[in-house]
């Protein structure tokens, strides 16, 4: 999905979607094939190294043994007799829902269960920052300036990440969003970053009259105090117009996904949105609070937690359908939490501050439907400060593949200073296509037509062929469809 990935002095073998919209009509190089061969447009791709991220925050702690249930585990009965989630074999519908055997899904998250059961949805569970902390506001800063414990770092993971990429779009005026009213500390410092808490409404506020009159002031007054204020000025201005393309307020979501009303919903669904209308974004910072639960949980239905679990589980399974069913976009979604909750209930029917929790990863490039966790066990011995889950995953180890191997980015030691990740596989390899275009179980000529169609009208393509996967088309398994596949194609057919 990047520019930056074209580097072949033949234009034609290295042509991305956005460098033939933007060429519209370059020489291609005469390979004596087919005619339809040289119109060549991107298609979206599984096996693209450049993935747009999206990370949700789930503010206040969010309880891990709650969202992914050690089912299997006595020891986690035994710590919490009235606030559990039932075993999946126990009586009545309120019950984990299973899903390898030791570990399950609330009820609340059985939504989840079609992107877990398609491999699109990964649990790291024993997972999170191996600074003892327990404010929420350390942990949250140092978990997203990825760093524990540095009290002198202000950028963020993700701002250093930004920092050090190319632009997916060259000169584009908007690489980042933070969905709130103030800017996440992990994209700080990232380029072309804002913060806005509604897309949908990001405007000049006043008398939609006057809007062009006051604009036309506003620049005058900021031009006459120098470039750079003027410079940001425009491109405040310029960033509102990017935005006013985009009909956030209309957007129909594919598949038949259904978002909430709530918060996160309409954050995703706006999301969503942004991410199809392909403006250059790369990154979209969501927050969640209401997870510090010391009173009165509530993980049966009508419970504070379940409620919150209700509404994550509505917004990640809409995003899933919307995002990865059919025509599967180039995102990987992040969420996490600052640390987790203490094993034992407390007498408030509450959890107070733990440390080791889950963090759930979604999207195409994951190697999902699965648990993955090093399980400390939840013996007094084996539980951090002999009350806690211990952290046997680094959260940076999970990031760290996601930019290196998702996001395309080398510079770990930039993102995430002073750290040497390992990789735990939480992203899929790159697999090549298969060519069979038309679904008929076989590559041969006959899918040739399909492939130009893909190649010059890709809503032809997906009206033609619903069920046929566009990754097929990357026979070599690069990350791009373009004339390298040609020519493994007609290798493959004409060998």
């Known amino acids: ?37 040289p119109s060549v447009a991107y298609a979206e791709d599984d096996c693209s190294d450049r993935d747009v991220i999206v990370t949700v925050f789930l503010r206040g702690a969010a309880d891990g043994l709650t969202l992914c249930v050690p089912h299997a585990d006595d020891l986690y009965y035994t710590a919490r007799p009235t606030l559990n989630i039932p075993r999946p074999d126990a009586s009545g519908t309120f019950r984990a829902v299973d899903l390898d055997g030791f570990f399950g899904l609330p009820p609340q998250l059985a939504p989840l269960l079609p992107a877990y059961q398609n491999g699109d949805l990964l649990l790291v569970h024993a997972c999170g920052s191996t600074d003892p902390t327990r404010s929420h506001f350390d942990a949250q800063r140092y978990m997203e300036i990825g760093k524990p414990g540095d009290v002198g770092l202000f950028t963020g ?15 584009s005026l908007l690489r980042a969003i933070g969905i709130g009213y103030g800017l996440q500390r992990a994209l700080e410092s990232g380029p072309q970053t804002i913060s806005i808490p509604d897309l949908d409404t990001h405007t000049l506020s006043g008398s939609m009259a006057t809007v062009a009159a006051r604009r036309t002031v506003i620049s005058a007054m900021h031009a006459l105090q120098g470039d750079a204020l003027s410079a940001a000025a425009t491109t405040a201005q310029q960033t509102i117009d990017l935005l006013g393309t985009i009909d956030f307020a209309g957007y129909v979501p594919e598949d038949g996904a259904s978002y909430g009303t709530d918060g996160l919903s309409l954050a995703l669904k706006s999301t969503a949105a942004l991410i199809k209308a392909e403006v250059g974004v790369e990154a979209v910072a969501i927050d969640v609070g209401g997870w510090d639960n010391h009173v009165n949980q509530g993980v049966v239905i009508g419970g504070a937690m379940s409620n919150n679990m209700t509404r994550l589980a509505t917004g990640l399974a809409a995003f899933h359908a919307d995002l990865f069913s059919g025509l599967r976009r180039n995102v990987t979604l992040v969420v996490m939490s600052e640390f987790g909750r203490r094993l034992l209930q407390n007498g408030s029917l509450g959890t107070d501050h733990g440390h080791g929790n889950v963090m759930f990863l979604m999207g195409p490039g994951v190697d999902g439907g699965r648990v993955l966790a090093n399980w400390p066990g939840l013996d007094e011995t084996e539980l951090f400060e002999g009350r806690d889950l211990a952290v046997t995953t680094d959260f940076r180890d999970v990031l760290a593949e996601i930019v290196s191997l998702r996001l395309g980015n080398p510079s770990l030691d930039v993102v995430f200073p002073g750290y040497t990740p390992t990789f735990r596989g939480v992203t899929r390899s790159c697999e090549p296509g298969g060519g069979d275009l038309n679904c008929d179980g076989i590559l041969t000529y006959e899918d040739s037509g399909a ?32 004339g390298l596949d040609i020519q493994e194609f007609v290798r493959r057919v004409a060998p």
């Open 1 to 37: 999905m990047s520019v930056h990935d074209s580097q072949s002095c033949s234009e034609y073998l290295q042509l991305s979607r956005r460098q033939f919209l933007a060429a519209s009509g370059g020489t291609a190089l005469a390979l004596g094939m087919p005619a339809w061969l």
């Open 451 to 482: 492939m130009a169609q893909l190649l010059t009208d890709r809503e032809a393509f997906e009206v033609a062929h619903p069920d046929c996967p566009e990754s097929e088309a990357d026979l070599n398994a690069d990350g791009q469809i373009n």
């Open 157 to 171: 993971w993700l701002g250093r990440h930004l920092a050090t990429s190319p632009p997916f779009v060259e000169n």
